[in-house]
């Protein structure tokens, strides 16, 4: 049994030696103006991308953990 408390652990740095992002097919700036309102996911890079139906904005950010997600819209978030 355990009785007191348990010492943090070292702090575990960001990701950094290997290339893994996520991405999520989502509205961007409506995703973007959520991150920011908590002070998530660090200053956003933006890319005007071409596509058959006109530009589109993606967006990359990182998680805490410095994993970058990938923001971008997609069929499912257009009406």
């Known amino acids: 049994m355990l009785v007191g408390s348990v010492p943090d652990g070292p702090a575990v740095p960001p990701l950094r030696t290997v290339f893994l992002m996520l991405s999520f097919f989502v509205d961007v700036e409506a995703a973007l103006g959520r991150l920011a309102s908590p ?11 071409p596509a058959p139906g006109g530009p589109i904005t993606i967006a990359t950010v990182r998680d805490p953990d410095g994993l970058l997600i990938l923001l971008t819209p997609g069929p499912i978030t257009r009406r």
């Not at 996911?41 to 991308?49: E, K, L, T």
């Open 39 to 49: 002070g998530l996911g660090g200053s956003p890079r933006r890319v005007a991308q």
